[in-house]
């Protein structure tokens, strides 16, 4: 409630800063996709295609990441004010209190270490899958180093896509329905479970590039990313969305770069 105030004093450096982010984690996620695509034309797929020059996709990246990353910092600022949610660290930068004052190291700390146990859990979850129901995947994945790109990308533009829009925009719309100023509990955990859903949603399509798309396959998508999506999602309730996007890139490092979920 405190940093109303603060938010509309420094709208647009937080804006131009979340839309640079969200352009530099589009950008990052480069390699991975044409590694992706590689490995598809690798394994026999016609209908995969792959530019010759990396300049074409970082043109063609640029550009529609310029545009839906001002719509979403649009939508999420604009909605995020109105649910008391946000970038209230990135917003504090551009205040004049000191360094030292605008970081609390106790709420980043202890988000990393819950991203981590849920990521370290998750990894157990499919050790034991693999033993119990193992799924033949279609094609290799991309080595790790492709991996620890894509955890700096997903981390920065998916939190910025689900949590401070969509989420926002899920919080919003029921406080108008309600006709409340400020959120409920209930209203918050509304917008976080409907937003872990759609993110679920949302890798599908990945998913289907290494595995048969079967009800179980979708249905361990969808599970792990309804659990993943609500943490980062609870992160960015209580800590805001700087802290959800570190949060969500140690969450991909531990599980995808230190991990082996999927061998």
């Known amino acids: 409630m405190k940093n109303k105030e603060e938010k509309k004093n420094h709208r647009w450096q937080t804006a131009i800063s979340v839309l640079l982010l969200f352009l530099i ?40 990441s310029l545009v839906l990353g001002t719509i979403l910092v649009f939508i999420g600022l604009w909605f995020s004010a109105k649910t008391n949610l946000g970038a209230p660290l990135i917003t504090r930068f551009f205040s004049k209190l000191p360094v030292a004052k605008l970081i609390d190291w106790k709420a980043i700390f202890s988000s990393v270490i819950l991203a981590t146990v849920v990521a370290l859990i ?7 899958q693999k033993e119990l ?37 899920i919080i919003a719309i029921l406080q108008f329905f309600r006709k409340v100023d400020n959120p409920t509990n209930k209203m918050i955990w509304t917008g976080i479970i409907i937003s872990a859903l759609f993110f679920g949603l949302i890798h599908l399509p990945l998913s289907k590039n290494f595995v048969e798309l079967t009800p179980f396959s979708i249905g361990v998508t969808m599970v792990g990313n309804l659990i993943t999506g609500s943490t980062f999602g609870w992160i960015f309730w209580k800590r805001g969305l700087l802290v959800a996007i570190m949060a969500h890139i140690v969450f991909d490092l531990v599980f995808h770069v230190i991990g082996t979920p999927f061998t």
């Open 25 to 64: 984690g589009s950008l990052i996620n480069i390699p991975f996709s044409r590694e992706v695509k590689r490995l598809n034309i690798e394994a026999g797929m016609s209908n995969v295609r792959l530019n010759e020059s990396v300049l074409d996709d970082v043109i063609t990246i640029g550009i529609s």
């Open 122 to 128: 998750l990894l157990g979850l499919f050790e034991l």
């Open 133 to 169: 129901y193992p799924v033949v995947g279609k094609i290799s994945r991309p080595s790790k180093p492709f991996y620890a790109l894509v955890a700096f990308s997903a981390g920065i533009s998916e939190e910025i896509m689900f949590r401070l829009g969509l989420m926002s925009l």
